[in-house]
T-cell receptor, first 112, second 111 residues
Framework: ETGVTQSPTHLIKTRGQQVTLRCSSQ?????VSWYQQALGQGPQFIFQ???????GRGNFPPRFSGLQFPNYSSELNVNALELDDSALYLC???????????FGPGTRLLVL | SQQGEEDPQALSIQEGENATMNCSYK?????LQWYRQNSGRGLVHLIL?????REKHSGRLRVTLDTSKKSSSLLITASRAADTASYFC???????????FGAGTILRVKS
């Protein structure tokens, strides 16, 4: 167990809807990163937040957005859901400048 | 796109045997890490090796890094059924704020 929690564990949405996923960082970690993992593939970096500011973004469209709160917890929002957004969404926390990231159990999103 | 490529894609061995997984990457790195994932859940960090290191050990794990060939290998000795999982290598990007993962190796250890 890493101390990083995510909610919900599973979610089913329909195309065009919006979804919010939540992540609670491990104590003492001020950096949160989000990854998307499609079935049979490795995780792909969506974005990272540090001190409530976006600190790097991967190749994802603007309908993927995020927030980080003063307690370092974080949200991932996805608007206008598409079928290809079906995936496992992973949150990872770390102290800044530490390479190792600590992952939560993930939220499995299914878009119908 | 993904930086690394793991080889093999899948590996099935008997308990007690050694398992070797390889990873190749494309760009210069500061470090390379290996993570394990059980049944499509969260990833667990196994070991980190820096670009100026050639070999590193942690318990039953041995990692090598060859920066001239842009490749790394993970050896798990005396495997156990509990080692059954997917294994991913991950490299840092030039800004150090994201991990770039390969597609992973699925390891099955039969008891």
């Amino acid at each position: 167990e890493t101390g990083v929690t995510q909610s919900p564990t599973h979610l089913i949405k329909t195309r065009g809807q919006q979804v919010t996923l939540r992540c609670s960082s491990q104590s003492g970690h001020n950096t949160v990163s989000w990854y998307q993992q499609a079935l049979g593939q490795g995780p792909q970096f969506i974005f990272q937040y540090y001190r409530e500011e976006e600190n790097g973004r991967g190749n994802f469209p603007p309908r993927f957005s995020g927030l980080q709160f003063p307690n370092y917890s974080s949200e991932l929002n996805v608007n206008a859901l598409e079928l290809d957004d079906s995936a496992l969404y992973l949150c990872a926390s770390s102290p800044l400048l530490q390479e190792t990231q600590y992952f939560g159990p993930g939220t499995r999103l299914l878009v119908l | 796109s993904q930086q690394g490529e793991e080889d093999p894609q899948a590996l099935s061995i008997q308990e007690g045997e050694n398992a070797t997984m390889n990873c190749s990457y494309k760009t210069s790195i500061n470090n390379l890490q290996w993570y394990r994932q059980n049944s499509g859940r969260g990833l667990v960090h196994l070991i980190l090796i820096r670009s100026n290191e050639r070999e590193k050990h942690s318990g039953r794990l041995r990692v090598t890094l060859d920066t001239s060939k842009k490749s790394s290998s993970l050896l798990i000795t005396a495997s156990r059924a509990a080692d059954t999982a997917s294994y991913f290598c991950a490299t840092d990007d030039e800004y150090g704020n994201k991990l770039v993962f390969g597609a992973g190796t699925i390891l099955r250890v039969k008891s």
